[in-house]
């Protein structure tokens, strides 16, 4: 990854050392967990529906970690990659599924050409995002996809509040109110498809968001 990326965006440095330090234990966690959450599932399943069409182009898992939703995403019948900040994460996503490509980068400056994709899934992986950088995560998410492209949003819903700081187990992050991100999304020329809430389960600790979008034509 470009030096240059880390010194504008320093926050990214803090992330990827952060996880780093934790990914081990994290993708043990992801190994011994129950699975993905059947409302969870549902929504990645409407995502991998809209985005498998013969004419499309690949699905990029950005903030991938050890490769586990990949891998689900490769299963729902998708042209799936990953890309992570975090080298030691990637490292572990290429041993657990080798036959899949995985590859570090940022969200903020992909190594991929303009409308390459035909759909991103941000699984929790923009939560760590300060709020007046957020815009640049969609402007990124417009280039890389063609027109028509579907995207997938997941993340910690404020639940009436304003943006939101939290003591994450890795590093900061936030909780965004869902109509918010909603807004800096139309702004980047996305239109929303659909969109799902649900309350967090025992062992959890804030209310999931989800939002499914198409980029506009151009």
């Known amino acids: 990854m470009s030096s240059l990326v880390m010194e504008s965006s320093p926050y990214l440095r803090t992330t990827a050392d952060a996880y780093d330090a934790m990914a081990v234990r994290y993708a043990e966690f992801v190994r011994n967990s129950p699975g993905v959450p059947p409302l969870d599932r549902a929504v990645l399943a409407a995502f991998a529906e809209l985005a498998r069409t013969p004419a499309a182009g690949p699905v990029a898992e950005l903030g991938c970690g050890p490769g586990h939703m990949t891998a689900h995403l490769r299963d729902l019948g998708l042209d799936v990659f990953g890309v992570d900040l975090s080298p030691v994460m990637i490292g572990l996503a290429r041993e ?18 303009d409308g390459e994709l035909g759909g991103i899934v941000s699984w929790y992986s923009v939560i760590h995002t300060p ?18 492209g579907h995207l997938l949003l997941a993340f910690f819903e404020s639940e009436g509040e304003p943006v939101t700081a939290f003591d994450h187990k890795v590093t900061t992050a936030y909780r965004w109110p869902i109509d918010d991100l909603a807004g800096l999304a139309r702004a980047a020329g996305f239109v929303e498809t659909g969109r799902m809430l649900r309350e967090p389960h025992h062992d959890e600790r804030y209310r999931r968001g989800h939002l499914l979008m198409r980029l506009s034509e151009r």
Do not use: N
Not at 96 to 113: C, I, K, N, Q, Y
């Open 96 to 113: 657990a599924h080798p036959d899949l490509r995985f590859e570090v980068g940022s969200m903020t400056a992909l190594d991929l050409a």
């Open 131 to 148: 709020p007046r950088d957020m815009p640049t995560y969609f402007a990124e998410f417009r280039r890389v996809l063609a027109p028509g």
